[in-house]
């Protein structure tokens, strides 16, 4: 086996590769002066099964072009196979036509990493669960959920109180997901604009009076969905909010925006580099999946399934 880092998230592919027990191969990926991407790989990769650890995050078009030559570079070298492994999969939001003459980006990129030269895809949480059906070749969609589980049970000491929160009804079904992993009751926020230029109005649906309110999302990004909610709980009498989201994104002023909102805690995965931001923020927390992802990798390896990590 051979575990090659691009620069997406080289500290997550470090641990991954202090998991396997197995080294990093050395590879030079770096950009031309007109800044062109130019992949090196400097051992041998003849005959073997070598997993790409590459998140598509920002800057999503670099990193995903990274993966790209990186696979590129791979097959020309005789790989016997190729796993991408993507943390985190930028794009999975465009996964349809949002209006007349827009793209269906998902698809596009998935066609990129299966042209370039990709087995089989290794990722976590995609956005919406039908993205692997954009791929032809086999993916493992890995789900955050077991993680946060036991996170939150060593965090939430009066665990009767606890109450999931979907941010959205677009969230539902994997917030009714952890709920019932956590034995929990479920809410839901269902935000609606009643008319253009009126601002939002967000009904919440179940009483989350006097509960320890968890919110549950896929992505955090500009942290607008988070926070507006967390206000809206705190509004309704909840008695704390917190927030697991699988994927911190995080992009512009959502770190501030978190450490000004009413969340005691968001806790995101290192499916994306920490930022600076994130390392001193006063309410955001990463856990890592390094070891979900090496037993993973380990199983898809050695031909075992991994239906067992979804427990
Ligand atoms: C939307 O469908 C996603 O699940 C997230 O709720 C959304 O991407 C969060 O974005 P933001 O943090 O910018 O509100």
């Known amino acids: 086996m051979k575990v090659?880092?691009?620069?997406?998230?080289?500290?997550l592919a470090e641990a991954i590769s202090a998991a396997l027990?197995?080294?990093?191969?050395?590879?030079?990926?770096?950009?031309?002066?007109?800044?062109?991407?130019?992949?090196?790989i400097l051992e041998n990769v003849r005959g073997e099964d070598v997993f790409v650890v590459q998140s598509t995050s920002h800057p999503a078009n670099d990193n995903l072009m990274e993966l790209l030559v990186t696979i590129d570079a791979l097959k020309r070298g005789?790989?016997?196979?190729?796993?991408?492994?993507?943390?985190?999969?930028?794009?999975?939001?465009?996964?349809?036509?949002?209006?007349?003459?827009?793209?269906?980006?998902?698809?596009l990129v998935a066609n990129l990493i299966t042209t370039a030269g990709a087995d089989r895809?290794?990722?976590?949480d995609l956005h919406a669960g039908q993205i692997q059906g954009f791929f032809d070749i086999p993916l493992d969609n890995l789900m955050a959920a077991p993680e946060f589980v036991k996170d939150i049970k060593r965090t939430t000491p009066d665990g009767d109180q606890l109450?999931?929160?979907?941010?959205?009804?677009?969230?539902?079904?994997?917030?009714?997901?952890?709920?019932?992993?956590?034995?929990?009751d479920l809410a839901i926020i269902d935000k609606r604009r009643e008319r253009a230029g009126v601002s939002e109005v967000?009904?919440?649906?179940?009483?989350?009076?006097?509960?320890?309110?968890?919110?549950?999302?896929?992505?955090v990004d500009s942290g607008g969905t988070l926070c507006n909610a967390a206000v809206a709980l705190m509004d309704a009498g909840a008695k704390s909010v917190s927030a697991y989201v699988t994927h911190g994104v995080l992009s512009g002023g959502a770190v501030a925006r978190v450490a000004a909102s009413p969340l005691q805690e968001l806790v995101t995965t290192d499916s994306i580099q920490a930022t600076e931001a994130v390392?001193?923020?006063?309410?955001?927390r990463q856990m890592t999946i390094s070891q979900l992802m090496a037993e993973a990798i380990t199983r898809i390896s050695e031909e075992r399934s991994v239906s067992s990590l979804f427990d």
Do not use: H, W
Not at 93 to 105: A, E, F, L, N
Not at 121 to 124: N, Y
Not at 279 to 284: G, I, T
């Open 78 to 107: 005789s790989a016997r196979r190729i796993t991408a492994v993507i943390p985190y999969f930028g794009y999975a939001r465009q996964d349809r036509k949002t209006g007349p003459r827009t793209p269906i980006s998902a698809k």
């Open 202 to 219: 967000m009904n919440i649906i179940g009483d989350v009076s006097n509960r320890r309110c968890i919110l549950v999302d896929d992505i």
């Open 21 to 40: 027990n197995v080294p990093l191969t050395k590879a030079n990926i770096r950009r031309f002066s007109d800044m062109e991407v130019f992949v090196e």
């Open 163 to 184: 109450m999931i929160v979907s941010p959205d009804v677009g969230g539902v079904v994997r917030a009714r997901a952890l709920a019932k992993r956590l034995d929990a």
């Open 279 to 284: 390392r001193v923020s006063r309410n955001v």
């Open 4 to 11: 090659i880092a691009g620069n997406s998230n080289r500290p």
């Open 121 to 124: 895809v290794l990722t976590m």
